[in-house]
């Protein structure tokens, strides 16, 4: 299904009136970069804001982690996140979550509850400990399933980082169970609607690519040298960026190890070269901003690494304006929306093929794509951009071209749609079964 023809099918259809829209594990309140915080809080964020821009009311129910919280607050109008109770406010990582869904779920349904019946058209779930909720409420109002995985556990444990732990098989077993109990499964990319159908064994019929988006009007090229200036960056620095959580699977590490190669194979880079890391750590994660630094040191490169605490996206396009890179290492990706962002403002993406990085990225024309993991073959493609600004220089004529494609706006038309068929498909098949 494109998301070219969203907006002729959605007019046809019966858009809902209200979404019920669950992010259990992470608020899409909370600072992108830090625990749980990342990609998908962003998604959930400009989704809702551009799902709301369509008449569509979006409640979000997100697991409160601190007290004091409001039960209720406005996101944006039409948008509304509901702070739900479900275990002790703080101490309680993801991996423990599984134990507080029934707690979630009985709080979701004393909300509905409060509403006349049919307050929620559908539901839409994100992540699989949301999905494992949706199904029961979906399956309790008789509305629709719509899930978006974000990231899969078969997945995950296909490109594992060294030493990183497996996903457990709970979770693939709960992810089984979702994928069979929505009525849409939405992918990121055409390669993760394959990974669901061939992992899964989900049906075709049910899976969904719709492409994230970009805060087109944020991210946009902008002054480089105020953007450093503002930032204490050197005009003439040579400046690497990563942004992300700190975690084996995003790859810091062997961005490090990289950029350690590159100082001793090209000496003549080391004084204008600087490594900006902006994020902070992930959960149990065995990488912290503390370990990589202690890295950074045992490589000799302490002095070119420079960690910065996650930033909001007021100071975000800031820090893509400056980079010369933006270096994207990471194991697995269901897209990439570092990638996608650092192109909007102009600055050309070094980073891995896997997933929906492939997507993220025009391999040649707004970036580079490796096809390993080995820091040597990094370090070799970091000397050859670096040493070459006018082959810079034309990846950023084409990252902004590239990243132009993705707009938030065109992605909530084709949610809008998924919406839609999935609701008529549900009508469909209740009369079916009432006239049988």
């Not at 055409?190 to 988006?213: H, I, M, S």
């Not at 007021?314 to 933006?326: C, G, K, S, V």
Request: glycine residues 10%.
């Amino acid at each position: 299904m494109s998301r070219a023809s969203g907006v002729a099918s959605v007019a046809r259809g019966r858009l809902p009136r209200r979404v019920a829209m669950l992010s259990v594990h992470t608020s899409p309140l909370d600072q992108p970069g830090t625990g749980d915080a990342g990609g998908m809080n962003v998604y959930v964020v400009e989704l809702a804001r551009r799902l709301a821009a369509l008449d569509i009311d979006v409640e979000v129910f997100t697991r409160a982690t601190r007290g004091g919280l409001p039960p209720a607050a406005e996101l944006a109008p039409g948008v509304l996140v509901r702070h739900v109770s479900a275990g002790p406010y703080e101490g309680l990582a993801k991996e423990d979550l599984p134990g507080q869904l029934c707690a979630f779920t009985a709080a979701l349904m004393r909300a509905e509850a409060a509403h006349e019946p049919g307050w929620y058209d559908l539901v839409h779930s994100h992540y699989w400990l949301s999905g494992q909720v949706g199904w029961v409420a979906a399956e309790r109002w008789g509305v629709p399933l719509v899930h978006t995985m974000h990231t899969m556990a078969r997945v995950k444990n296909l490109a594992l980082a060294d030493g990183d732990t497996p996903e457990p098989n709970a979770r693939v077993i709960g992810e089984t169970q979702v994928v069979e109990a929505a009525d849409r499964l939405v992918a990121n990319t055409a390669a993760e609607a394959r990974e669901l159908v061939r992992l899964y064994d989900a049906d075709p019929d049910k899976v969904v690519a719709v492409t994230p988006g970009v805060d087109l009007e944020r991210f946009r090229p902008g002054d480089v040298a105020a953007a450093r200036a503002r930032l204490g960056l050197a005009p003439d620095a040579l400046v690497l960026l990563f942004v992300g959580r700190i975690q084996p699977l995003k790859a810091p590490d062997v961005l490090l190890r990289a950029v350690a190669e590159l100082a001793a194979r090209n000496p003549g880079l080391r004084s204008r070269l600087v490594l900006a890391v902006v994020g902070g750590p992930s959960g149990r994660s065995t990488l912290t901003p503390q370990s990589l630094g202690e890295l950074a040191g045992r490589l000799g490169i302490a002095d070119l690494v420079r960690f910065t605490p996650p930033v909001g996206h007021q100071l975000l396009p800031e820090w893509y304006r400056a980079a010369d890179l933006t270096v994207v290492p990471s194991y697995s990706e269901s897209f990439g929306l570092v990638a996608v962002e650092s192109q909007a403002c102009g600055t050309p993406v070094l980073a891995a093929r896997v997933g929906g990085l492939s997507t993220a990225v025009a391999d040649g024309r707004s970036g580079v794509l490796l096809g390993s993991h080995e820091p040597t073959e990094w370090a070799l493609a970091l000397d050859q951009l670096l040493t070459d600004p006018a082959r810079r220089a034309e990846l950023a004529r084409g990252a902004v071209g590239h990243a132009a494609a993705f707009g938030w706006a065109a992605t909530a038309a084709g949610m809008a749609e998924v919406y839609t068929d999935a609701i008529a498909a549900r009508r469909a098949g209740t009369a079916l079964a009432v006239n049988r």
